[in-house]
């Protein structure tokens, strides 16, 4: 009888294992991926990004295409501009990366739901000033052939502060 047990123990790990994904970033791969966005966010700002970069890394999977790893950066005054600037890209387990081709204004959340990448963020209305947005959006990315990319959006609230 323990042995039976023992045996399913030793199964249900192995599968548990098997299930999981088989390459996790770890945090000097984390790390780089970020020093290669900082390193494109300080050329776009012409080598003048205001009060630096600032980035966030956030792991998952996404189905379809595996184990990623999300880096989102930000900078104030890029260029000698007054708005925030923010940068989405998508690093694949394999090394290869994707910068979204219609980033966020700004991150307010972030998570992974089957094959897409939900993000919220307050976004520049009609009425707004470019300093002062105050529309809550809900974007929604997907990796296509290895690129990612804005899938949909949608108005969710204005955000008063």
């Not at 930000?74 to 690093?91: I, M």
Request: a neutral charge.
């Amino acid at each position: 009888m323990n042995l039976t047990k023992l045996t399913l123990a030793v199964v249900a790990s192995a599968l548990a294992f098997a299930a999981t994904p088989s390459h996790a970033a770890n945090k000097a791969e984390i790390a780089h991926d970020e020093k290669r966005v900082v390193q494109a966010a300080t050329k776009e700002c012409n080598g003048d990004t205001g009060d630096g970069v600032g980035t966030t890394a956030y792991l998952g999977n996404l189905v379809g295409v595996g184990p990623v790893t999300i880096v989102l950066a930000q900078s104030n005054g890029c260029a000698g501009g007054q708005a925030a600037r923010v940068w989405l890209w998508v690093f694949f387990a394999d090394g290869n990366a994707s910068q979204a081709n219609q980033p966020p204004n700004s991150l307010e959340s972030l998570e992974f739901s089957g094959d897409q990448i939900v993000v919220k963020s307050i976004e520049v209305g009609p009425e707004d000033s470019p300093n002062f947005p105050s529309h809550l959006t809900q974007l929604v990315y997907k990796v296509a052939g290895r690129k990612l990319t804005l899938a949909s959006s949608r108005f969710l609230a204005i955000k008063k502060e």
